[in-house]
Nanobody, 124 residues
Framework: QVQLVESGGGLVQAGGSLRLSCAAS????????MGWFRQAPGKEREFVAA????????YYADSVKGRFTISRVNAVNTVYLQMNSLKPEDTAVYYC?????????????????WGQGTQVTVSS
């Protein structure tokens, strides 16, 4: 399986931007579809974005469409989440996850490997 480590979280004012990174090690990164999820206190983990193994296909939750962009660079085993126009409701722990072939699935159950998460806090 692939091991994942997120970074890039922090505190930002509403309207600001952050870029999250997820570094992968282990089995060939380019064979995995990748996703970003988030979990706010007292809420279930929710889908944010996903990208196909080739990087051609991108999928977004309606709540972040037009504000967030997922990308990947297979040569450096990293997936990114560029977050712009951040809102207080984006505050959560953000996790990256890998799946063998899930076609942009929104279900956490489809994903086999998870990082430890990185905190994003957006102040109003």
């Amino acid at each position: 399986q692939v091991q994942l480590v997120e970074s890039g979280g922090g505190l930002v004012q509403a309207g600001g931007s952050l870029r999250l990174s997820c570094a992968a090690s282990g089995r060939a990164f380019g064979t995995y579809d990748m996703g970003w999820f988030r979990q706010a206190p007292g809420k279930e983990r929710e889908f944010v974005a996903a990208i196909s193994r080739s990087g051609i296909f991108e999928y977004y939750a309606d709540s972040v469409k037009g504000r967030f962009t997922i990308s990947r660079v297979n040569a450096v085993n990293t997936v990114y989440l560029q977050m712009n126009s951040l809102k207080p409701e984006d505050t959560a722990v953000y996790y990256c996850a890998a799946c063998a072939s899930c076609g942009g699935s929104h279900s956490p159950n489809e994903y086999l490997s998870w990082g430890q998460g990185t905190q994003v806090t957006v102040s109003s």
